[in-house]
């Protein structure tokens, strides 16, 4: 979906109204299975301003609890280690990275996005986390060779500041973002709505490798239109539609549709899912290997006064708090 100057991508596209009040958010955790029982589902249905869990199985949906980001829409989620996160569009003024509890909907901490220390350009659309539990958003990048499309990568850090951008060319244009656990690549999708385009892209995406595929390019039609983002499950990429409410499941290879399920017509879920770990996490268990060691401290330290997973007390920088977060959970993960 391309952003031009002076007009907001998630928010009035092409003057779709339906699409001004359905945009919801979509993303996925480090691990997920096709059906996996110890990982829920998550929406945003930022018109109704409510956090939901959808069964992509059955297409039910339930309710969590009222989602305000206050100022600006949530546009996208994404998670790691049973954290979820959302980010909030401002347009046209800047951009937030917000941290919910899955639990009750209730926003946990709140920082503005910045590019070297300047509020960024809110001309962000898609958030994802990377397989060692860092997110990455699609962003406008000053400089680049064009602005009409978030056509640059960058990590962000737990206390909005943007780094490490590789820009993927002036075509390019990365609407959402979903991981596949399996192989660490990135779903990337591309919808553009209008005269002599009316399609969705499905992409393969390399970060920080730089490299962008195509998976599959599907036409409107009036069974597939409104999707704006996508996570991976097993051996299917999920997608949601708010015009014809399904859940849709897509061969992970070829990017077609083998099947769906309708959800409530009474919710807009439109870019949007969140795959999110439901087992209790091991606090300080940073490379996953069932305890915590040498090489969780070693990460730690790699990341001391900076931004990481390791900043376990969500203050945007690791630092001495965390040290004793992870000396105090030192051993076998219960």
Known sequence: MTQRRGRCGHCAKGGRAVLRSAVAAIATAATASVASADSVVYASDFNAKKLVTIDPTTGAVAEVGPLDPGAGIVVDLASFGGRLFGLVSEYPTQSRLIEIDPATAAILSDHVIT????????????????????????????????????????????????????????????????????????????????????YVDLLNVTYPGGASSLIVHLSFSPTFNAVDDAIVRGDHIVTLD???????????????????????????????????????????????DGSVGGSDLGTLLGQWGGAGNADFDGSGTVGGADLGTLLGAWGPCP
Not at 141 to 152: E, F, H, L, M, V
Not at 245 to 272: C, E, I, M
Request: charged share 15%; proline share 6%.
């Open 242 to 288: 708010t015009l014809t409410k399904r859940v849709n499941l897509h061969d992970r290879r070829t990017g077609v549709v083998t099947s769906f399920v309708q959800y409530p017509a009474a919710w807009s879920l439109y870019a949007g899912i969140a795959d999110v770990e439901t087992s209790t996490p091991c606090l300080g268990d940073l490379d996953g």
């Open 115 to 198: 590019v070297n220390g300047a509020v960024a350009p809110n001309a962000i659309e898609a958030m994802a986390a990377t397989p060692s539990g860092e997110l990455v958003v699609s962003i406008w990048r000053p400089g680049a060779a064009s602005i009409a499309s978030s056509n640059t990568i960058a990590t962000v850090g737990l206390d909005g500041a943007a780094s490490a951008f590789v820009e993927y060319g002036a075509d390019a244009d990365f609407d959402g973002l979903g991981l596949d656990p399996a192989s660490g690549v990135f779903v990337g999708v591309n919808r553009e709505p209008g005269p002599g385009a009316d």
